[in-house]
């Protein structure tokens, strides 16, 4: 499944359907399943920094440029939205 997220634009829609894709990609879920799972890492500083390297982790094995800028930009927001929930 192609990613929606454009690295030159942000998108909040894109954003939150990609990071249930690559939930989805790396623990072999369904999108309904990834979604429960997101929300569950979501939740707490220790599932927030399981799911960036999570998203690391595909980023490291894509191996399609244009889906790894995809992938990179996805986790560039996750960490600055993971950055601020911190604060």
Same mark, same amino acid.
């Given at each position: 499944? /192609? %990613? ?11 954003? @939150?359907?990609?990071? $249930? =894709?690559? !939930?989805? *990609? ?10 429960? /799972? %997101? ?11 399981? @799911?960036?390297?999570? $998203? =690391?982790? !595909?980023? *490291? ?27």
């Amino acid at each position: 499944m /192609r %990613l929606h997220s454009d690295p030159a634009r942000f998108s909040i829609t894109a954003f @939150l359907a990609d990071q $249930v =894709a690559l !939930v989805a *990609r790396h623990e072999r879920l369904s999108p309904g399943a990834a979604l429960l /799972r %997101l929300r569950e890492l979501s939740q707490d500083q220790r599932g927030r920094r399981s @799911l960036l390297a999570m $998203v =690391a982790a !595909v980023e *490291r094995q894509e191996t399609d440029p244009v889906e790894a800028g995809k992938i990179a930009a996805v986790r560039r927001e996750m960490a600055a939205w993971m950055e601020a929930a911190a604060e």
